[in-house]
């Protein structure tokens, strides 16, 4: 044992002399636990876990909403003017930006940067701020860069990458296999300790369309095509009328 | 002279109908400009719905949260609300 400590809940039953007791079950509420099991399987299948501690993140703020039984993962990228730098500093500049838009804390559960190292973002005991009006029982991931294709967005953004791609000089990010891999990994560890069902990205979402959400982009949504197909997890469920 | 005077009575009416706030996308933040309802020196506003949170439950809400709301309501859309149920929050979230 490591000094951890259990909260649990038995009922007590009354045992007579010459009598052995009925077996008690006994319902163990560790939450913290299981957020340790899941890096800990990360650690075991030789990714690199970086916790919340060591790459410097803010406190989030208190009581924030709690939530559990997560069974759907929602797969995010960074954003239009992000690209494979490291992971730390973008981890601590989403979280920065987050909290200045009046988040309690980063919205995602995790990130993944280019080479490979997962990061612990939003406490998984917590609900995530990654799909709009539809976050409970979702796990939030984003990978830490670009993967939108030049003319995604449709504004003033786009028409200058299109315009830089007709002259050769291609905005197009490629998703490196270091981090195909250490996403699978994270997926495969959280599937370990919760009943995953769905796997989408972002856009995919109930009403994420309708808001104009592109993420996690067309190069992103390739790669989820691939990993449902690998991982037989399901798009996610269609909205409720 | 006059090129002057022009000039500070544009910034003026710029100041008092032109205002912006900042909006998530993923990681990134877009700054997003508008045309305020009303007049007001006021020219940074918060949309705290601007993001992929969950809507505020009015319960749970600071007082300055409930400034911020009120205020973006007023000058960004035109509702003058009390901000007294929780659809009054969904009505002030909109863009």
Known sequence: MTGMTFTTTAKAQEVKPGQSAAPVP????????????????????????????????????????????????????????????????????????????????????????????????????????????????????????????????????????????????????????????????????????????????????????????????NIGMELVRNLRAKTRLLPPPAPQE | MKRLLVAVVLAVVAVLYIGYYEALEDGDIETVFFIKKYPTSQIRFYNIHANDGEIRKIERLTTEERKWIIEYCKYRLGINTELKTQSDIEMCRKK
């Not at chain 1, 009046?102 to 990654?130: A, N, P």
């Open chain 1, 26 to 217: 006994i319902t163990v509420n560790d939450r913290a636990a299981t957020r340790e099991a899941i890096i800990k399987k990360v650690r075991s299948l030789n990714a690199t876990f970086v916790e919340r501690s060591s790459w410097g993140a803010l406190k989030g703020k208190p009581d924030m909403v709690m939530d559990w039984d997560y069974t759907m993962i929602a797969l995010h990228h960074a954003g239009r003017s992000h690209s494979c730098t490291p992971g730390v500093v973008q981890m601590q500049e989403i979280q920065k930006g987050h909290l200045s838009q009046k988040y309690d804390d980063i919205g995602y559960h995790y990130g993944i940067d280019c080479t490979g190292q997962i990061f612990e973002g939003r406490d998984i005991r917590l609900q995530g701020s990654s799909v709009f009006k539809f976050n409970t029982g979702v796990i939030g991931i984003v990978l830490l860069e670009n993967l939108t294709t030049p003319e995604e967005g449709g504004d003033w953004v786009a028409k200058g990458r299109v315009l830089l791609n007709s002259i050769g000089y291609s905005t197009i990010n490629t998703i490196p296999a270091a981090q195909i891999d250490a996403l699978m990994h994270l997926i495969d560890s959280l599937k370990s300790v919760f009943v995953i069902k769905h796997f989408g990205g972002h856009r995919e979402y109930p009403g994420q369309a309708s808001e104009g959400k592109v993420c996690p982009g």
